[in-house]
């Protein structure tokens, strides 16, 4: 799965919501509007990605970036310092993989909370 399909399950599995519900929400009869989204063939419509960004609250630019990703219109992003920082989990920790890429243990994670 890609980048794009990536963000609509970290939506639907945030908000405790359905696939149809999430179609739905962005003004479609049914789910099937996500094959593209999962397995982009051709790109989403402009006016889609931007219902979801403002739906999901993720910025419009790494919707389209995700969605150009899968697309193969940009290369896949290096996993960054940065990149992990941005991928926190809601509570702002961060996850037990992140720590490993990160070489932090979770003695250090603690003394960054306090």
Known sequence: MGQLWELVQAYVDRHGTSERQLAKRLGYASSGVFTNWRDPRQLPSAQALARFSSLSGTPYQRVLDAALTDAGYLPEPAVTDVAI?????????????????????AGEESQDDA
């Open 85 to 105: 920082q941005l991928r926190r989990t809601p509570s702002g920790r961060r996850t037990p993989g992140q720590q490993r890429a990160l070489g932090s243990s």
